[in-house]
């Protein structure tokens, strides 16, 4: 079975610092990934995610995260965080094909951007 | 587009009695839904995949007479949960694949969540 691993539970940073979240999954298949966020009160949201092709994808909001496949990493990074990027983020892989197929998450990665 | 909704955002209810949260796509339709529950500090615990015109497949440990799921429509699914206990106080966000324009790759769309409180 997949399973994600989110090393960082509770980042705090000082606006403009440089963000990255780790992200590291199991599962020796094709895998699609994902990076979801979740602003205070409100529902997740979808953040950047990987099919196939270039392994830097770029999402929303300035982020970006790098599928490395030799690691099982896909961590999220962005240069310069503010204060409205204070949320909840979740790296989450789906694994398998077909409509049923699932997204497993991992246990979610808590920003605080500082002024 | 691709919009889901949930309803109720919030609950309260006595032990021992059944609350019903129910989850709409609003723009597109699903023939798979997914239950997930989340705990405090904590990750999404996927709870069951609900299959349109039949029965939900539920994850291990999960007890299916207490979390009753039904897929009536191509945009609704229901989650009732049943003799509800304090135990059952959680978070639940429904979440459903937008086929259509999305394919098989896997993205959700997400509901708001419902916030049930058991007494």
């Known amino acids: 079975a997949q399973s994600v691993s989110q090393h960082n539970h509770h980042v705090i940073l000082s606006e403009a610092a440089s963000l990255e979240l780790g992200c590291n999954y199991s599962?020796?298949?094709?895998?699609?990934l994902f990076w979801y966020v979740q602003y205070p009160g409100q529902h997740l949201q979808l953040l950047l995610k990987?099919?196939?092709?270039?392994?830097l994808v770029k999402g929303i909001k300035g982020f970006e995260a790098e599928f490395i496949k030799s690691k099982f990493s896909f961590n999220l990074r962005k240069p310069s965080v503010q204060w409205s990027d204070t949320a909840e983020y979740f790296c989450a892989v789906n694994a398998g094909t077909g409509t049923a197929s699932k997204l497993t998450f991992g246990t979610g990665t808590r920003l605080q951007v500082t002024l | 587009g691709a919009v889901v909704s949930q309803h109720p955002s919030r609950v309260i209810c006595k032990s021992g009695t059944s609350v019903k949260i129910e989850c709409r796509s609003l723009?597109?339709?699903?023939?798979?839904m997914f239950w997930y529950r989340q705990f405090p500090k904590q990750s999404l615990m996927l709870m069951a995949t609900s299959n349109e015109g039949s029965k939900a497949t539920y994850e291990q440990g999960v007890e299916k007479d207490k979390f009753l799921i039904n897929h009536a429509s191509l945009t609704l699914s229901t989650l009732t949960v049943t003799s509800a206990h304090p135990e059952d106080s959680s978070f639940y966000i429904c979440?459903?694949?937008?086929?259509?324009?999305?394919?098989?790759?896997?993205?959700?769309?997400f509901g708001e969540g419902s916030r049930l409180t058991v007494l």
């Open positions: 599962y020796g298949g094709t895998v699609n």
């Open positions: 990987y099919f196939s092709g270039d392994p």
């Open positions: 979440s459903a694949r937008d086929v259509r324009t999305r394919g098989n790759t896997g993205e959700l769309f």
């Open positions: 723009d597109f339709q699903a023939t798979t």
